[in-house]
């Protein structure tokens, strides 16, 4: 029994650790184990739809819209208004028990995108000329699609520690970047005036975007037949973690994730530097809530941008890119009145390059039923405010199907999906196979 609770303990560490992910989990596996289809989705936003729609009689407008005051409309935002989603499918994980350690042997794909947009660019489009020049530096939007074979190898040292590493080869699929290095604006009452200097990259070794006669970038316009599985980048990454158990029925544990990043080879690049103006977003309202119209209005503002910003093509360039960096800390005890349930506390830090980081920390009570389910429960705060967490499994037989979910407090807009407060939403589900 105390074997078989061991590897229900360790197969869900496997399953909802993916959450956590620490390697050196695996050490007190006595069996292999075989998982598949897992899926992990996070999504973060430090401001939501309600910070951007309004109710104006019985009708939604939008914060640009007159009926709307600056103090209620501004005072709603961030400094830096980030938006950042991460997609994880796992093809296939096999572990086994070698002469000391575990071993895992892991194949998957990923998916991350961001957006970065100072609060100085809606103070402009509210309130116009009010103050100028404005730094708008910290613009930002990019998007990775990249494979991952990861080896991983955990040991324990001693009956109460053990720990653990993951190498993992990155192989980068396709990546599109805009970056920033200086964006000045001056606004009048007629136009805005950009002082940029900014790099826009496009992978793709068999697609090339067309050029004018003068060498700006048509990004409208593509020669070749560009395939998503070519290779157009290639990197490594590293995690480490560590578990403790100083005495019994307490657990302690801690893991560092994805310590590297890809050097992408971006075929399509443009260097756009220089003096532009055009005339903006002033007339943006919305007498209703229909998406397509405002979604209509920023891409015709979108076209005028780009038809006016034109980046200038320059040779396929190189440029590293580092992974979203994780540290994870949890512990959990036992009741020694009662085994099955523990009490249980976290703590989670995400490093960005292009925003601010991410971090919470919560606490939690989990109810363990060996052979049959478990169940876990958490809240706590963090740099979105509330959220709360559930995770859970059931078993069978030699089988373990898994699934985790996180939220925070707040909803979404009807029939959008689209939160409507700062907002932390993750879900995993996997399935896992016991080898015993």
């Not at 657990?251 to 050097?263: E, K, N, P, Q, R």
């Not at 103006?277 to 209509?296: P, R, S, V, Y």
């Not at 590293?320 to 540290?327: D, E, G, Q, T």
Request: charged share 20%; net charge negative; proline share 3%.
């Amino acid at each position: 029994m105390k074997k078989r609770a061991i590897l229900f303990l360790a197969a869900l560490a496997i399953g909802i650790g993916a959450w956590a992910q620490n390697p050196a989990e695996n050490a007190s596996l006595e069996s292999g184990y075989v998982r598949v289809g897992e899926i992990q989705s996070i999504s973060r936003n430090n401001v939501g739809a309600s910070s951007f729609l309004f109710p104006s009689g019985d009708k939604l407008v939008t914060g640009l819209h007159s009926s709307i005051s600056d103090e209620e409309f501004l005072g709603g935002l961030k400094a830096v208004n980030s938006l950042y989603s991460q997609i994880d499918y796992n093809l296939v994980s096999y572990g086994w028990k070698g002469a000391r350690g575990f071993h895992t042997l892991e194949i998957g794909a990923k998916v991350n995108y961001g957006l970065s947009v100072p609060k100085e660019i809606f103070q402009i489009l509210k309130t116009g000329t009010a103050q100028s020049p404005y730094d708008l530096s910290s613009l930002r939007a990019f998007g990775n699609v990249y494979g991952e074979i990861a080896y991983g190898y955990s040991l324990p040292l001693g009956d109460n520690f053990s720990v653990g590493g993951r190498v993992k080869l990155l192989a980068g699929l396709n990546s599109a970047d805009v970056l920033t290095r200086r964006l000045n604006l001056t606004t009048t009452e007629d136009q805005y005036i950009i002082d940029l200097d900014a790099d826009i990259d496009l992978t793709n070794r068999d697609k090339k975007a067309g050029t004018d006669d003068e060498g700006y970038l048509d990004y409208s316009s593509f020669s070749g037949k560009g395939k998503l599985g070519v290779p157009t980048g290639g990197g490594l990454a590293m995690d480490l973690g560590l578990v403790w158990k100083p005495f019994d029925g307490f657990t302690l544990s801690a893991s560092v994730l994805d310590i590297g990043g890809i050097l992408w080879y971006y075929g399509n690049a443009g260097t756009s530097s220089g003096s532009y103006t055009f005339e903006g977003l002033k007339d943006l309202t919305t007498e209703e809530m229909e998406q397509d119209k405002i979604m209509a209005k920023i891409n015709e503002v979108g076209q005028e941008i780009l038809a006016v910003v034109k980046p200038k093509a320059v040779d396929g360039r190189f440029k590293f890119k580092a992974l979203p960096l994780n540290a994870n800390m949890n512990a959990s005890y036992e009741m020694p009145f009662w085994r099955n349930l523990s009490v249980d506390a976290s703590g989670l830090y995400t490093g960005y390059s292009f925003c601010a980081p991410y971090w919470e920390a919560r606490g939690g009570l989990s109810l363990n039923f060996p052979g049959i389910a478990h169940l876990g429960l958490s809240a706590g705060g963090g740099a979105y405010g509330f959220v709360y967490g559930a995770k859970g499994s059931v078993e069978f037989q030699s089988f373990r199907l898994y699934a985790a979910y996180e939220n925070g407090i707040g909803g979404v807009i009807p029939y959008e999906d689209i939160p409507l407060k700062a907002n932390n939403n993750c879900l995993l589900i996997g399935l896992l196979y016991l080898i015993k």
